[in-house]
């Protein structure tokens, strides 16, 4: 591996510097024992390997939302001192039109991109066309509002050069509506340099117009306007981020911040404690307690409104049985889970909505009952078993999560085959609704209760080709028509109270019914180096915010 001393990354382009790998010894990228890292970088140790694309019109995996949620603005944000706030970013003002069906942004003066080139409404028009017209897993956040590649350029389109309108098809909440535009499909990009790397195509299944928008060369590649601008990002190895001199607001602390992918904790503990990196934000309960225990090491934690759960896909025929899916309920061993391996991590929590959200419960009526699982599968004619298998992203606690299901399932003579991945590997399978039974994690995309309960809820097309691919539709679960009409009306009423009533009626039936096995909610902890000022963890995976963070 070269070791690069005294070039900066600015030098390099992002094919140059990840092929070369050039910068891995003095950033503490390199597996070896090294120095302090550098003063102007701050380095984290981060399971990566979710990470698909960082094309904001693509990307929807954790980590690349919290990427994403640094390098690029969007017209409105959540106010990262009070995220219950929606504030503009790019926007400097809007109204919603008597009827609730028009929003009017405009935007702040003199605004640019990373290259350079200016900001403009055409290219947030241009933002929300491609995002619609791609039809990439998160586009339903916008076709939601009835925007359609056939009028979304006229829903959604600049009336002036510093004017954005944007028209949806019902007077919902405007606090909705706003909290949407906070997701980060809603990233600005730079038309001009999209376009330029765009590749004209035959119309197919994955690109349905005779462009790919840029999305092929937006894959790794870099087009935005916030406090960061991603250099180079290389699959289960690094993102690497410089401060945007062009960002309108408050300039980065720092130069650089890296993002190392380091999939163990025990890596990450000893990598933190030796100076190599920074930041360290998976370690587990044991390592967690160790590095509090050091000198010059803190832990900083926060609540997540990010759900683990296992989910049972309905084309199996077994799991479709609704005793089943109840009888997996109580396979679970949810006391030894939270005792051990989510110890100071998460807490138990069985229904959709994450606490702090509008309507959420805390009902966690299941417990590990093998009888009554047996029971179940005797009534379901299954009472000799069968054989099912898991996919599982190679990560804790997700793994011993899956381990302990193992073991629980098999005492109601379930036998359980355990297929690890990394997280593109089970997520890409996942999507194409090829598992049987899935272990992952659902973080909301926007802060209000819909953001869950659409996807949890609502599956319009269950066909393989259906384009609204919530986790319903990925888990093949035709959601009853009451249950759909619920989260749907939620969206259109107005009282909070009456909203949040029907939101916990929601929840107590998916809970009742549903293929959806809820585990536990995250408490996110990351240990720092005491060198590292600023650092915090946000309540959601995209306001991790590292623009404030300095190093003494």
């Not at 140790?45 to 698909?52: L, N």
């Not at 929606?86 to 935007?107: E, N, P, R």
């Not at 959601?479 to 949040?500: C, F, I, Q, T, Y």
């Not at 029907?502 to 929840?507: A, C, F, I, N, S």
Request: hydrophobic share 40%; net charge negative; aromatic share 10%.
């Amino acid at each position: 591996m070269l070791h690069l001393r005294s070039h900066t990354l600015r030098m390099l382009s992002a094919t140059a510097a990840l092929s070369l790998l050039s910068f891995a010894a003095p950033y503490g990228l390199s597996g070896e024992a090294m120095a302090a890292t550098p003063a102007d970088t701050l380095v984290e140790g981060f399971a990566i390997d979710d990470i698909i694309s960082i094309d904001p019109g693509e990307a929807f995996e954790l980590s690349a939302a919290e990427v994403t949620a640094n390098s690029y603005s969007k017209l409105v944000t959540l106010d990262p001192s009070d995220t219950s706030k929606v504030i503009g970013d790019l926007a400097d003002s809007w109204t919603v039109s008597d009827d609730g069906m028009t929003y009017t942004f405009k935007l702040k003066p003199n605004l640019k991109f990373a290259s350079g080139n200016p900001i403009t409404a055409e290219d947030v028009a241009f933002s929300f066309e491609r995002a619609v017209k791609l039809d990439k897993s998160p586009a339903f956040l916008l076709t939601q509002f009835g925007l359609s590649a056939d009028n979304v350029t006229e829903k959604a389109k600049a009336s002036g050069a510093d004017t954005f309108t944007f028209v949806v098809d019902k007077a919902y909440a405007p606090s909705f509506v706003l909290n949407v535009l906070t997701a980060t499909v809603t990233a600005v990009v730079d038309k001009k340099v999209v376009m330029e790397h765009a590749k004209s195509v035959t119309p197919t299944a994955e690109y349905k117009f005779d462009t790919d928008f840029g999305n092929e060369w937006m894959k790794t590649g870099y087009a935005g306007s916030g406090p960061f601008k991603v250099v180079a990002w290389r699959a289960n190895e690094a993102v690497v981020m410089e401060a945007n001199p062009n960002y309108y607001g408050e300039k980065p602390k720092l130069k650089r911040v890296i993002y190392r992918h380091m999939k163990e904790s025990s890596g990450q503990r000893l990598a933190l404690e030796n100076g190599d990196i920074d930041v360290a934000r998976n370690l587990e309960p044991n390592d967690m307690d160790a590095v509090s225990k050091k000198e010059g090491i803190s832990l900083t934690s926060a609540p997540k409104g990010t759900v683990y759960y296992f989910s049972l896909n309905q084309k199996n025929k077994n799991l479709a049985k609704p005793e089943v899916v109840e009888a997996m309920k109580y396979l679970v061993d949810y006391d030894a889970i939270g005792a051990t391996l989510i110890k100071g991590i998460g807490e138990i929590h069985q229904t959709f909505l994450p606490k702090g959200q509008l309507g959420a419960l805390s009902d966690n009526p299941y417990k590990l009952d093998v009888a009554k699982a047996k029971e179940l599968l005797a009534k379901a004619g299954l009472a000799d078993g069968f054989t099912v298998t898991m996919d599982v992203r190679n990560t804790q606690p997700v793994t011993g999560i899956a381990e302990s299901v193992q073991q629980t399932l098999a005492q109601a003579n379930i036998k359980l085959e355990i297929i690890p991945g990394d997280g593109k590997q089970t997520l890409t399978k996942y999507r194409a609704r090829t598992h049987d039974i899935y272990i992952g994690q659902w973080g909301s995309d926007y802060f209000d209760p819909n953001s869950n309960a659409e996807t949890f809820t609502v599956n319009p097309d269950n066909a393989d080709t259906g384009t609204t691919k919530t986790l319903a539709w990925r888990n093949a679960w035709d959601v009853p028509k009451e249950l759909s009409d619920a989260s749907k009306g939620a969206l259109l009423e107005k009282d909070a109270a009456k909203r949040a009533a029907t939101y916990e009626d929601l929840q107590r039936k998916v809970l009742a019914t549903s293929p959806f096995v809820i585990v536990f909610q995250q408490t996110e902890v990351a240990g720092y180096s005491s060198k590292v000022k600023g650092y915090k963890l946000g309540p959601s995976f995209d306001t991790n915010f590292v623009a404030p963070v300095s190093k003494e």
